[in-house]
C-alpha cells in the first residue's frame, strides 16, 4: 500500500508542476494544445476547448504543449499570433519558470505546515531500538542517555550534546581499526536513567559498513516544539536553504568521487519514501516537500531540455536582441540531454550500490 502513496505522491508533483506551466500559459494568452500526465502512447484523455487533457502510458514526468515552443514550427494564422516564441521574453520566462516556482512554493507550504502544527525536537531519550543490534540487549525506548563514558557535557545545547554523544561512540575502535567486515568494538559506558534510578550500562557496538562507523544500534526520541508562525517561517525558510546551498555543492562538485554518492535517483527516493510513510505521517510530508524542493532546482540548472535551459536562452535573446538559432539551441539540448542521462545514470548507480552494495562502480 505504501508505494501507491508514493507513486500517487509523484504524479501530484509531476501534475503540480505541469499546472504551474499550464496555468502561466493560459494567463499570458499562450495557446495550450496538450496538459498531459506521463509519456508515451496515450491511454485515456479528453478534450476541453482547445486543450487536450489525458494519461499517457509510460511513467515519466508529464508534459504541457504549448504552440510554437519550436520557432521553426508551422502554426495555422489564425493562432500564430499566441505561440510562445511570438511572445516577449518576459512571458516566455513567467510561464517556464512558473513550473519549477510551484514545486518551491508547495515545498515551503508543507514545510511551514509541518513545522507549525506538528515540530518536533530531539531530545536525550532513546527513540526506536533497531533489532538484531547492540541496543536491543541493553536499552529501552525511554531511557534517558545521561553520559556517555563519563561525559555529560552539561553545557552544551541538546542537539550538540547528543552529536558530542554521537562522535564519542563512533571514536571507539573495532578489531583495533575502523574497516568494513569487522564486527565489535571496544565497549561504551553508558549512564543512564531508567523508571527513576540511574544506571550504568556497558554496551559494545558493532561497525556500520551502511554509515561507515561503529553504532549502538537506536535513535533518539522527540517531544512536541511550538514554533508559532514567525517560528515555522524561519525554520522552513531554513530547511529550504540547507537543501538549496546543498543541491548546489553536490552539482558544482559532481565530478568529485565523494561528491556523486549524494546523489540519489528514483529507487532511492521512493525507498527512503517507504520508510518514511513506516515513520509517520510528519516525516513522510517533510520528505514530500523535499522532493518536490530538489524537484524545483534541478529543473532550473540552465541546460535545455531542463526548465532553466529555456529561461537561460531566453536571457541570452534578450540580451543580444534578436533569437539563438535552432541549431545552436538543439546542440545544447545534446549535451543538456547527455548530462541529464549522466545525472540518471549516477543516481541509479547509486541506488543500486545502496540496495545491493555494488551499483556500476560510478563512484
Keep these: 500500500m505504501n508505494w501507491i502513496y508514493i507513486f500517487a505522491g509523484f504524479c501530484l508533483l509531476i501534475m503540480l508542476h505541469e499546472a504551474g506551466h499550464y496555468v502561466a500559459a493560459k494567463a499570458t494568452g499562450m495557446r495550450v ?21 489525458g494519461v499517457k502510458a509510460i511513467p515519466l514526468g508529464g508534459y504541457v504543449k504549448i504552440t510554437g515552443m519550436n520557432p ?39 514545510l511551514f505546515g509541518v513545522f507549525f502544527f506538528a515540530a518536533q525536537k530531539i531530545n536525550q531519550t532513546v527513540g526506536p531500538v533497531r533489532a538484531d ?5 541493553a536499552l529501552q525506548s525511554g531511557d534517558r ?13 541538546v542537539e550538540d550534546r547528543l552529536i558530542h554523544f554521537g562522535n564519542l ?27 527513576g534510578g540511574v544506571q550504568n550500562l556497558t554496551v559494545r557496538p558493532e561497525y556500520s559498513a551502511e554509515n561507515g562507523k561503529v553504532l549502538i544500534g537506536f535513535t533518539y526520541g522527540s ?15 531554513d530547511s529550504m536553504w540547507m537543501v538549496a546551498s546543498g543541491t ?27 520508510q518514511t510513510i513506516n515513520v509517520g505521517l510528519s516525516q513522510s510530508l517533510l520528505l514530500l516537500a523535499l522532493v518536490s524542493l530538489s524537484l524545483g532546482l534541478i529543473n532550473l540548472l540552465p541546460i535545455l531540455p531542463l ?46 550500490g545502496r540496495i545491493t552494495g555494488e551499483g556500476f562502480k560510478v563512484r
Design 72 to 110: 521553426e514550427e508551422e502554426i495555422p494564422p489564425e493562432v500564430a499570433h499566441r505561440a510562445y516564441y511570438r511572445q516577449p521574453v518576459w512571458k516566455r520566462i513567467v510561464v517556464i519558470g512558473a513550473g519549477p516556482a510551484v514545486n518551491i512554493a508547495l515545498a515551503f507550504l508543507i
Design 223 to 237: 517531544e512536541r516544539e511550538v514554533l508559532g508562525v514567525g517560528g515555522a517561517i524561519s525554520r522552513s525558510w
Design 169 to 195: 561512540v563512533a571514536a571507539h575502535e573495532c578489531a583495533g581499526k575502523q574497516v568494513d567486515g569487522c564486527k565489535a568494538a571496544t565497549p561504551v559506558e553508558l549512564t543512564i536513567r531508567r523508571d
Design 248 to 274: 548546489v555543492h553536490v552539482f558544482a562538485h559532481i565530478f568529485e568521487s565523494e561528491e556523486r554518492k549524494e546523489i540519489s535517483g528514483i529507487v532511492g527516493t521512493s525507498d527512503v519514501a517507504n
Design 33 to 53: 494544445e496538450r496538459f498531459f500526465l506521463f509519456f508515451g502512447p496515450t491511454i485515456w484523455s479528453f478534450k476541453r476547448g482547445e486543450t487536450e487533457y
Design 145 to 157: 542517555i545521561l553520559a556517555v563514558d563519563g561525559h555529560s557535557f552539561p553545557n552544551l545545547s
Design 133 to 137: 543490534t547492540p541496543a536491543a540487549t
Design 307 to 352: 526548465d532553466g535551459g529555456h529561461i537561460f536562452w531566453s536571457l541570452i535573446e534578450k540580451m543580444r536582441g534578436e533569437p539563438v538559432s535552432m541549431r545552436v539551441m538543439e546542440r545544447a539540448s545534446m549535451i543538456g540531454f547527455a548530462l541529464v542521462a549522466m545525472l540518471f545514470f549516477i543516481g541509479l548507480s547509486n541506488d543500486i
